[in-house]
């Protein structure tokens, strides 16, 4: 995880609810039902869900999500034709840590 690439990511108030929203992703986007059952990336979302929530174009969600999962924040599978994303937990608690920390 590069911190500066964390910041950077957060500091996008779409980025950042994005986010948010996937803290918990049933509250905000209902159950996956093309994600299969017997999957082992729960708590995924497919981008459309996240496009169509955001009200953005298509491309600029497709960018804020991989400027996420280069940061380290987001984790993504592709399953058929679908993509999913979910949040990497394991890095945005060692941010969190860092901040408690260095800040």
């Not at 500091?11 to 159950?31: C, D, Y």
């Not at 708590?43 to 991989?66: F, R």
Request: charged share 25%; hydrophobic share 30%.
């Amino acid at each position: 995880m590069e911190n500066l690439l964390v910041f950077k990511s957060l500091s996008n108030e779409t980025r950042n609810q994005i986010l948010q929203w996937l803290k918990e992703p049933e509250k905000h986007f209902g159950v996956q039902c093309d994600l299969p059952s017997d999957t082992d990336f729960k708590n995924g979302v497919c981008v459309g869900d996240i496009q169509q929530k955001s009200g953005l174009a298509q491309s600029v969600i497709s960018s804020y999500l991989n400027t996420m999962k280069n940061a380290g924040l987001l984790e993504s599978k592709r399953i058929g034709q679908w993509t999913y994303y979910r949040r990497n937990e394991e890095t945005i608690q060692q941010f969190k840590d860092y901040v408690l920390k260095n800040l």
